[in-house]
């Protein structure tokens, strides 16, 4: 039987947990400390933890971080629970290795929906195992998983590597490389902290097949005598020359050694259906021992991340943990009456030079280095931010539209994070606007059909962004509350007479689907008059207004109400009175 362990000082609250745990089927344990929710973890290693982060001995996350550096607990799936919810410590709680986040008040469903995630994918990750690593596969999510960490380099070569640290101090013909994942802490909060410990897993099996190909190296005279596993993100590799070096294009052999195992390490990965791409960085070491091994972050590893080699991919990682990234708002306009219905959130990279990186040169580098997840909670939490702060200036009936990434779509947890921060901000999810691509959709339709039926069901307004006719025979089965027309079809309306026939036809089956319309990208009073005649709910663009700062955004509220005095600008947003419940 699986057994979650309930670490929790709020001895209400934990029995209500472990209760409707055992009403579903799950073996509980119960600790109302840290230190005896470690004990039991080590006694009886539980399938899955829940663990307040406020406890009265040590913090949560003191619990976390002892959890994940004892070999038999680190692969344990954790839920945190707060009674504060914010970025800050959701933020934090993934830093350290959480694999889910909840705010109190919880919500039964949700947490028990947060629990068979976590199951499932801890099952997930037991299969991979089997078909990666050659491993018998478990029978239920109820089996216990070897930790990745027990599969690495064993505490004797630890023993030999400090042995022939010593050697090396006293040979000319030795060298030892160490070898970094830089952006493990990265993976680990993205995607939690197991995947982190295949990836370095991964790693070593790429490590040993290279360890066996003497040729690959282009070194004539070394010896490979031990590959060690270090220490949270870091491998040594120890060298010994068979012969002391004599040549002078001795170093430029080791180098060009070095550059080509760095480019190695370096391609994609996928684990558990995420394309991963590893931050390698390798430094040989002169009179090194094995605590600075451990302790690299203050060495040149650490500096280099400074220099002015800084990739674009660790600059874009600064800039979404730091301030450089900002969000615009382009505004919606209702049609009917020219007020302000609603804003698209669009962010926007300026670095501290003051240059722009535009998002055509970042959004790819996001995708290829695992950064859309963690790039695109940046942007909802900052969005429900800042809709927060309009709401208290009186103009509470703005909705906000946020735009969803194919990485989002496939993330099992997105949902129960997305939620994390709407009740963290108070903000209603009718307020909220979802875009998902239509051809995301049409790549997987089974899996686009699901989220936006889950979206809707929370009281989110999905919407269909792009919109042409791909998708059109499958509308009626789509829970979509906005058609977002695609640009391409605006251009030129007037001028375009088939276009409008391909207009009217979408404008008509979405008004009687009592699906709202938007168009995207109109720039002309001609095209604006077209799609009036066509009936089409709101619009945006640059005819109206390019994408505003928060601040210019918010004056042209305030203009537009001193315009109309009696009409608060977002009243007369068209949304189907089916929104959130619709059965379609």
Same mark, same amino acid.
């Given at each position: 039987?699986?057994?979650? @362990?309930v670490?929790?000082?709020?001895?209400?609250?934990?029995?209500?947990f472990?209760?409707?745990l055992?009403?579903?089927?799950f073996?509980?344990?119960?600790?109302?400390?840290? @230190?005896?929710?470690m004990q039991?973890?080590?006694?009886?290693?539980?399938?899955?933890i829940?663990?307040?982060?406020n406890?009265?001995?040590?913090?949560?996350?003191?619990?976390?971080? &002892? @959890?994940?550096?004892?070999?038999?607990?680190?692969?344990?799936?954790v839920? +945190?629970?707060t009674?504060?919810?914010?970025p800050?410590?959701?933020?934090?709680?993934?830093?350290?290795?959480?694999d889910?986040?909840?705010?109190k008040?919880?919500?039964?469903p949700? $947490?028990?929906q947060?629990v068979?995630?976590q199951?499932?994918?801890?099952?997930?990750l037991?299969?991979?195992?089997?078909?990666?690593?050659?491993?018998?596969?478990?029978?239920s999510?109820?089996?216990?998983?070897k930790?990745?960490?027990?599969?690495?380099?064993?505490?004797?070569?630890?023993?030999? %590597?400090?042995?022939?640290?010593?050697?090396?101090?006293?040979?000319?013909?030795?060298?030892?490389?160490?070898?970094?994942?830089?952006?493990?802490?990265?993976?680990?909060?993205?995607?939690?902290?197991?995947?982190?410990?295949?990836?370095?897993?991964?790693?070593?099996?790429?490590?040993?097949q290279?360890?066996?190909?003497?040729?690959d190296?282009?070194?004539?005279?070394?010896?490979? %005598?031990?590959?060690?596993?270090?220490? #949270?993100?870091?491998?040594?590799v120890?060298?010994?020359a068979?012969?002391?070096?004599?040549?002078?294009?001795?170093k430029?052999a080791?180098?060009?050694?070095?550059?080509?195992?760095?480019?190695?390490l370096?391609?994609? +990965?996928v684990?558990?259906?995420h394309?991963? /791409?590893?931050?390698?960085?390798?430094?040989?070491?002169?009179?090194?021992?094995l605590?600075?091994?451990?302790?690299?972050?203050?060495?040149?590893?650490?500096a280099?991340?400074?220099?002015?080699?800084?990739?674009?991919?660790?600059?874009l990682? &600064?800039?979404?943990?730091?301030?450089?990234?900002q969000?615009?708002?382009?505004?919606?306009?209702?049609?009917s009456s020219?007020?302000?219905?609603?804003a698209?959130?669009? /962010?926007?990279w300026?670095?501290p030079e003051?240059?722009?990186?535009?998002?055509?040169?970042?959004?790819?580098?996001?995708?290829?280095?695992?950064?859309?997840?963690?790039?695109?909670?940046?942007?909802?939490?900052?969005?429900? &931010?800042?809709l927060?702060?309009?709401?208290?200036?009186?103009?509470?009936?703005? =909705?906000?539209?946020?735009?969803?990434?194919?990485?989002?779509?496939?993330?099992?947890?997105?949902i129960?994070?997305?939620?994390a +921060?709407?009740k963290?901000?108070?903000?209603?999810?009718?307020?909220?606007?979802?875009?998902l691509?239509?051809?995301?959709?049409?790549?997987?339709?089974?899996q686009a059909?699901?989220?936006?039926?889950?979206?809707?069901?929370?009281?989110?307004?999905p919407?269909i962004?792009d919109?042409?006719f791909?998708?059109?025979?499958?509308?009626?089965?789509?829970?979509?509350?906005?058609l977002?027309l695609?640009?391409c079809?605006v251009?030129?309306?007037?001028?375009?007479t088939?276009?409008q026939?391909?207009?009217?036809?979408?404008?008509?089956?979405?008004?009687?689907l009592?699906?709202?319309?938007?168009?995207?990208?109109?720039?002309?009073?001609?095209?604006?008059?077209?799609?009036?005649?066509?009936?089409?709910? =709101? +619009?945006?663009g640059?005819l $109206? =207004?390019?994408? %505003? =700062?928060?601040?210019? $955004?918010?004056?042209?509220?305030?203009?537009?109400?001193? #315009?109309?005095?009696?009409?608060?600008?977002?009243?007369?947003?068209?949304?189907?009175?089916?929104?959130?419940?619709?059965? #379609?």
């Amino acid at each position: 039987m699986t057994t979650i @362990l309930v670490i929790d000082d709020d001895t209400k609250l934990a029995t209500f947990f472990c209760n409707a745990l055992a009403l579903n089927d799950f073996a509980t344990l119960q600790a109302a400390t840290g @230190l005896e929710g470690m004990q039991l973890a080590q006694q009886h290693q539980p399938q899955l933890i829940v663990c307040n982060i406020n406890l009265p001995d040590i913090s949560g996350y003191d619990v976390l971080e &002892r @959890l994940r550096s004892h070999t038999i607990t680190t692969a344990i799936p954790v839920i +945190m629970v707060t009674d504060h919810g914010t970025p800050e410590t959701f933020r934090c709680s993934m830093a350290q290795g959480a694999d889910d986040y909840l705010t109190k008040p919880i919500d039964l469903p949700d $947490f028990l929906q947060a629990v068979r995630t976590q199951l499932t994918k801890r099952e997930q990750l037991a299969q991979y195992f089997a078909q990666a690593f050659q491993t018998s596969p478990p029978a239920s999510p109820a089996s216990p998983i070897k930790s990745p960490y027990e599969q690495l380099t064993s505490p004797t070569n630890l023993t030999e %590597l400090e042995i022939q640290l010593e050697q090396l101090k006293q040979s000319p013909g030795s060298s030892l490389w160490v070898i970094q994942l830089r952006n493990y802490s990265d993976l680990c909060a993205d995607y939690g902290h197991v995947l982190g410990q295949l990836v370095l897993q991964t790693m070593e099996q790429q490590l040993r097949q290279w360890q066996e190909r003497e040729q690959d190296w282009g070194l004539d005279s070394a010896l490979c %005598l031990t590959l060690a596993y270090v220490g #949270r993100d870091r491998f040594a590799v120890f060298f010994r020359a068979s012969e002391p070096p004599t040549q002078a294009d001795s170093k430029a052999a080791w180098d060009t050694a070095m550059v080509n195992l760095q480019t190695e390490l370096q391609q994609p +990965m996928v684990i558990n259906n995420h394309r991963l /791409v590893p931050d390698i960085h390798i430094e040989a070491m002169v009179h090194p021992d094995l605590a600075q091994l451990k302790t690299l972050d203050s060495s040149p590893i650490g500096a280099a991340l400074d220099g002015p080699s800084l990739s674009l991919a660790e600059r874009l990682r &600064r800039a979404i943990q730091g301030d450089e990234l900002q969000l615009y708002f382009q505004p919606q306009v209702d049609l009917s009456s020219g007020q302000i219905v609603g804003a698209e959130a669009l /962010v926007r990279w300026y670095t501290p030079e003051e240059n722009q990186i535009l998002p055509i040169q970042f959004i790819p580098v996001a995708e290829e280095n695992g950064l859309m997840l963690p790039l695109g909670e940046w942007i909802i939490e900052t969005a429900l &931010r800042q809709l927060t702060h309009w709401q208290k200036k009186q103009f509470s009936a703005i =909705s906000m539209a946020l735009n969803l990434s194919s990485y989002q779509l496939r993330s099992s947890d997105f949902i129960h994070r997305l939620m994390a +921060m709407v009740k963290a901000t108070s903000i209603s999810p009718v307020m909220i606007d979802l875009e998902l691509p239509e051809r995301l959709i049409l790549e997987d339709l089974s899996q686009a059909k699901s989220l936006l039926a889950e979206l809707s069901k929370r009281g989110f307004s999905p919407a269909i962004d792009d919109f042409s006719f791909s998708s059109l025979s499958h509308l009626p089965d789509l829970p979509v509350n906005i058609l977002k027309l695609d640009k391409c079809f605006v251009r030129n309306l007037h001028q375009n007479t088939n276009n409008q026939v391909i207009v009217k036809a979408i404008m008509d089956i979405a008004r009687s689907l009592n699906i709202s319309t938007i168009a995207n990208g109109v720039e002309t009073a001609r095209e604006l008059s077209v799609l009036k005649q066509l009936k089409c709910h =709101s +619009m945006q663009g640059y005819l $109206f =207004s390019p994408a %505003l =700062s928060a601040q210019d $955004f918010e004056t042209l509220l305030l203009e537009s109400t001193k #315009r109309s005095p009696n009409r608060r600008p977002g009243l007369p947003h068209p949304r189907p009175l089916t929104m959130g419940v619709t059965s #379609r």
